[in-house]
T-cell receptor
Framework: AQTVTQSQPEMSVQEAETVTLSCTYDTSESDYYLFWYKQPPSRQMILVIRQEAYKQQNATENRFSVNFQKAAKSFSLKISDSQLGDAAMYFCAYRPNTGNQFYFGTGTSLTVIP | EAQVTQNPRYLITVTGKKLTVTCSQN?????MSWYRQDPGLGLRQIYYSMNVEVTDKGDVPEGYKVSRKEKRNFPLILESPSPNQTSLYFC?????????????FGPGTRLTVL
């Protein structure tokens, strides 16, 4: 069974500081795709960053970067220079290459303290 | 504007009264999907469709039906809603051929079953 675990239900960070959200997943696949989605209070789901498992280089999108550890099945999200607009629920998601389902974690609620 | 639309956005109904939540996308995407979001459980996939007339069950399909008669539309049908189907529902679409493709999410439908 494919599962995605986000062990931190809530996190907080001071504005302008850095925070890391953790995500682990369980799979027997060797090729797959990982995503981080942001859900602000508006409820809209927004793609933050994605990583293809066959790529060793960690993905980066402006202030957002990931630490992808394939052997450990870990996919953490680092947010640098945190801004008030980063406050949201963050979901980690997994998609195997051989299947067509998506698997989401339970989410981490991030608070940014001014 | 590229978008996924859902209707209605809010719905309160009673147990056993059949309902349909519509979903439409204007991006010519092959892949469409329905999720439900519940506190502490994250997003769970209900059904997905790889293309017209091709649908598959996700993790929580019980009590739901879908159809994909046209590429742009993917309605979610609750034949006999029950209170445990009270949830926030999201429709999403993406390009099938690109497994790393970004999913575009609709704005969500808040369903309450009394």
């Amino acid at each position: 069974a494919q599962t995605v675990t986000q062990s931190q239900p809530e996190m907080s960070v001071q504005e302008a500081e850095t925070v890391t959200l953790s995500c682990t997943y369980d799979t027997s696949e060797s090729d797959y795709y990982l995503f981080w989605y942001k859900q602000p209070p508006s409820r809209q789901m927004i793609l933050v960053i994605r990583q293809e498992a066959y790529k060793q280089q960690n993905a980066t999108e402006n202030r957002f970067s990931v630490n992808f550890q394939k052997a450990a099945k870990s996919f953490s999200l680092k947010i640098s220079d945190s801004q008030l607009g980063d406050a949201a629920m963050y979901f980690c998601a997994y998609r195997p290459n051989t299947g067509n389902q998506f698997y989401f974690g339970t989410g981490t609620s991030l608070t940014v303290i001014p | 504007e590229a978008q996924v639309t859902q209707n209605p956005r809010y719905l309160i109904t009673v147990t056993g009264k059949k309902l349909t939540v519509t979903c439409s996308q204007n991006m010519n995407h092959e892949y469409m999907s329905w999720y439900r979001q519940d506190p502490g459980l994250g997003l769970r996939q209900i059904y997905y469709s790889m293309n017209v007339e091709v649908t598959d069950k996700g993790d929580v399909p019980e009590g739901y039906k879908v159809s994909r008669k046209e590429k742009r539309n993917f309605p979610l049908i609750l034949e006999s809603p029950s209170p445990n189907q009270t949830s926030l529902y999201f429709c999403a679409s993406s390009l099938s051929r690109l497994k790393a493709s970004k999913q575009f999410f609709g704005p969500g439908t808040r369903l309450t079953v009394l």
